[in-house]
């Protein structure tokens, strides 16, 4: 029994301080601490720290704003050397448009997949961004977190279909990041040939209006590119009445004008769907 009331002791004695890699500790280091156990408590809860913020990302969503441009949305985001032993942490309060001049080496190619990073070499509180052709690494950058890819085509212009946000951010359908819904065929008034119109972020809008007898209603505050970018379609409700002289006209990305060309008052269905 006396052998084990000092091995017990014995035990306290050169265990002293439990540190635990996984457990922050709010009041580390105690004023009541040991002076040789400082440098062991801080750097216990800084790696506790960087288990959870060394891939930090909240917003600075990639996406694409025409065939030359694309937008860095506003956000936060941890930076890291490629070691990981240095993180730096930057916030925009701004969307950032992306041009081919943040480049990190040599022109824009076609055909090419690039990555776009966010930089923070630079000693501020933001970060800039940095196109590259490395899917590790851009050249010439030291502290940067990588938010993304694009295609740029054959013809050197930027694919709207591939553009592809990281880690978060929009849905894959596979490991090439390709999106559930592949594209939005536009078939004009052609009855065999489209124009393919490729985008992961679909949009689909519809509901119903009360319209007067030779009358119209607005559409408004719709969230389409453009006129070009999306058509639009009206019916009739009600199962006995015809959709005859129910039409509609786009007037730009965000609105629409749904006409009634009956004399009655009718209650017309619409529905929009492109990008």
Do not use: H
Not at 241 to 261: C, D, F, K, L, P
């Amino acid at each position: 029994m006396k052998k084990l009331i000092l091995g017990i002791m014995i035990l306290f004695m050169f265990t002293g301080v439990g540190f635990c890699a996984d457990i922050w500790d709010k009041d580390d280091p105690a004023g009541t601490a040991n002076v040789s156990d400082i440098d062991t408590l801080i750097t216990t809860n800084n790696s506790v720290l960087d288990i959870l913020l060394a891939g930090y990302r909240s917003g600075t969503k990639l996406s694409y704003l025409s065939a030359a441009t694309l937008s860095v949305a506003a956000g936060e985001v941890t930076c890291s050397v490629a070691a990981g032993t240095t993180r730096k942490w930057r916030r925009n309060t701004s969307a950032t448009t992306v041009t081919w001049a943040m480049i990190d080496t040599g022109a824009e190619a076609a055909s090419t997949t690039y990555y776009v990073y966010a930089n923070a070499d630079a000693d501020a509180t933001t970060f800039t961004v940095t196109v590259s052709t490395s899917s590790s690494a851009p050249t010439g950058v030291t502290s940067y977190k990588k938010l993304g890819s694009f295609y740029n085509d054959s013809s050197s212009n930027i694919e709207r279909g591939k553009v592809y946000d990281e880690p978060s951010g929009s849905l894959k359908a596979n490991s090439s990041g390709q999106g559930f819904m592949m594209s939005v065929q536009d078939y004009g008034s052609s009855t065999s040939s489209y124009t393919s119109k490729e985008q992961w972020d679909l949009r689909v809008a519809y509901g119903s209006a009360s319209v007067g007898g030779n009358s119209s209603t607005a559409i408004s505050n719709m969230l389409f590119t453009s006129a070009a970018t999306y058509k639009a379609v009206v019916c009739v409700t009600g199962s006995t009445e015809v959709t005859e002289n129910a039409t509609v006209s786009q007037s730009s990305g965000s609105a629409m004008t749904i006409y009634n060309e009956q004399p009655a008052t009718r209650t017309l269905n619409w529905i929009a769907i492109g990008y």
